[in-house]
């Protein structure tokens, strides 16, 4: 069974100490390729340097993450267009809006977000989209932006029915990780009448570890748990479960 981690963040200083073992555990559960969503410049350094260790393994992309917008993001921006004019990247992301934590720069979000829609646009490589609280708000944006070539994936979907038809329908895809486990995450409902044609499996890792491990470290091994998941829910082989979604992954970031 192969399967593809669209969405891990395994650059990051929780797996310091035992990244090496993480990532021979992901590859004996069957993970053959992780993507690496950007988050700001101050992550870049650990991010490709995981490329450069483990090619093939590992794939960047590059973005700005709407957490990371601040005052100073129009500087974050010119050096994320700096790496597009070097090297190819496997799509934009992170990006999108966050109205969880912080209001202070929604402005400057949608200044970032747009912008980075129109870069993946010009290079003509899918995007990856954060929506934490502003799942509809990201819709329309796309909406403005959809000519029939973008596309993408909304990370870590948490929506409804509805939210989960438009986007598809605007060609997008769910990117579906641990929540699906929880016994209140809400998404058993929308697999009772979505199929998997547009869903792509991730961990977000380290956070948002499925059911065994929730509120513990996640890691790509755990991705198996995801698919588990979905075959109950649809009531399919879990080999099938990743086939599907493998392939999706494939056609989506071009691997």
Not at 12 to 39: S, T
Not at 78 to 90: E, L, N, Q
Not at 164 to 185: D, R, S
């Amino acid at each position: 069974m192969k399967l593809i981690d669209t969405h891990s963040h395994i650059y990051l200083h929780e797996f310091e100490n035992d990244r090496q073992a993480m990532l021979e555990r992901a590859e004996k559960e069957g993970v053959n390729k992780i993507l690496l969503p950007a988050i700001d410049s101050e992550t870049h350094e650990a991010l490709l340097g995981m490329e450069e260790k483990h090619p093939g393994l590992c794939i960047p992309m590059m973005g700005l993450h709407p957490c990371s917008v601040k005052a100073n993001f129009r500087e974050e921006l010119r050096i994320i267009r700096d790496y597009f004019g070097k090297r190819p990247f496997a799509a934009v992301g992170e990006i999108g809006l966050d109205f969880y934590w912080d209001k202070t720069f929604t402005e400057q979000q949608y200044t970032a977000f747009h912008g980075q829609v129109e870069l993946a646009m010009h290079f003509n490589i899918p995007i990856v989209i954060h929506s934490r609280n502003a799942t509809d708000e990201c819709i329309e944006v796309i909406r403005q932006h959809q000519l029939g070539k973008l596309r993408g994936v909304f990370h870590c979907f948490s929506g409804n029915t509805e939210q989960a038809q438009q986007l598809m329908e605007l060609g997008f895809y769910l990117g579906i990780g641990g929540v699906v486990t929880f016994k209140n995450g809400g998404l058993d409902k929308i697999f009772e009448t979505i199929g998997l044609e547009k869903v792509v499996l991730e961990t977000d890792a380290p956070y948002l570890a499925p059911v065994p491990f929730r509120g513990k470290r996640n890691e790509p091994a755990y991705l198996k748990y995801v698919a588990e998941k979905l075959a109950a829910l649809k009531q399919i082989p879990v080999e099938e479960v990743a086939r599907i979604t493998t392939e999706n992954a494939r056609e989506l970031f071009g691997l």
